[in-house]
């Protein structure tokens, strides 16, 4: 049974898995249906039709104090492999439709470099200033933990927060404790117009 978390909640990951090295983070999200657009429409004044809300998400690798040591640590639709090899994302989702994950990004603790100390997941909308879009556009956020050997869901987490009008998501992190690694739910949302400001404020 995978553990449904709540925001704020913090678990261990390998602790009760002994042996788990190598982790699935799959990400989901889904457009809210026409109609519903419109209700948030009249913040960003006339709203943006229900034109294709194309979210992204992404890694941040960040070694001692929170920090981002180099721009190589994201890990994202453009970057879709750490150095090390240790996080690798499935590439772009378009559209949201459909069940399930949305974008998926493989995990091999084992691999993760000894700096790493913390890995950030973010969702974020590409181009949500032209376009018009935010998170109030999007329902059904989630990010779950699977592990991929015998396809469990270890951990979920369903963003229910109203998020309209922001542009970033947090959703989670892994990070490590002492010889483990835990999960934390995070689900909170910012401002940040682009991945590149997300990742300036790491740096």
């Known amino acids: 049974m995978a553990i449904n978390l709540q925001k704020g909640q913090r678990v261990d990951l390998t602790k009760g898995n002994p042996g788990l090295t190598k982790i699935m983070v799959g990400l989901g999200w889904d457009p809210v249906q026409s109609g519903g657009g419109k209700l948030f429409g009249g913040l960003f004044g006339g709203g943006a039709s229900s034109s294709n809300v194309d979210c ?4 941040i690798m960040l070694g001692a104090n929170d920090k981002l040591q180099n721009n ?9 492999k750490s150095n090390d090899g240790s996080v690798q994302h499935s590439g772009d989702n378009l559209t949201g439709d459909g069940d399930g994950d949305d974008e998926q990004i493989m995990i091999d603790l084992s691999r993760v470099p000894a700096n790493i100390q913390k890995l950030v997941f973010v969702v974020n909308i590409y181009d949500c200033v032209k376009r018009k879009q935010h ?20 951990l979920h987490y369903n963003l229910t927060d109203n998020y309209s009008g ?35 404020s790491y740096s």
């Open 56 to 59: 992204d998400a992404s890694v």
């Open 72 to 80: 190589k640590d994201v890990i994202y639709f453009g970057n879709l």
């Open 135 to 154: 998170f109030g556009m999007i329902q059904n956020a989630f990010i779950r933990v699977v592990n991929p050997t015998t396809n469990q869901e270890l």
């Open 166 to 200: 922001l542009t970033c998501l947090v959703t989670g992190e892994i990070y490590r404790h002492g010889n483990e690694w835990k999960f934390a739910a995070i689900g909170s949302g910012t401002n940040a117009a682009s991945l590149s400001e997300v990742v300036r």
